[in-house]
């Protein structure tokens, strides 16, 4: 079992900057590979960004690659998200996920644990 806490998000003006971060409990956070995804209002959930359990490989959906950088530390079992010149079109609420595979995926139906989800409003 992996429990997943997201920071708290909040509003910021476009081209600013915000970084999420995801606590993960649980012995095995190492193994994981480690996923953000987003909703925004009206929209399906979709993908963000990946990372693999060693960091060695990185995704990133092609709305954010550039922005965005997904990055963790294993002796801290946390994940963050740095989101750098930020759009009106970034505001959703943001998930993390937890994926035993330990290889990092665009697909939501392979993550095992999820976390509460965290809103970022990004205002024109």
């Known amino acids: 079992q992996v429990l997943l806490v997201e920071s708290d998000g909040g509003v910021v003006q476009a081209g600013g900057s915000l970084r999420l971060s995801c606590a993960a409990s649980g012995r095995t956070f190492n193994r994981y590979a480690m996923g953000w995804f987003r909703q925004a209002p009206g929209k399906e959930r979709e993908f963000v960004a990946a990372?693999?359990?060693?960091?060695?490989?990185?995704y990133y959906a092609d709305s954010v690659k550039g922005r965005f950088t997904i990055s963790r530390d294993n002796a801290k079992a946390t994940v963050y998200l740095q989101m750098n010149s930020l759009k009106p079109e970034d505001t959703a609420i943001y998930y993390c996920?937890?994926?035993?595979?330990?290889?990092?995926?665009?697909?939501?139906?392979?993550?095992?644990?999820w976390g509460q989800g965290t809103q970022v409003t990004v205002s024109s």
């Open positions: 996920a937890a994926d035993h595979r330990g290889l990092g995926s665009q697909n939501q139906s392979e993550y095992d644990y």
């Open positions: 990372i693999s359990w060693s960091s060695g490989s990185t």
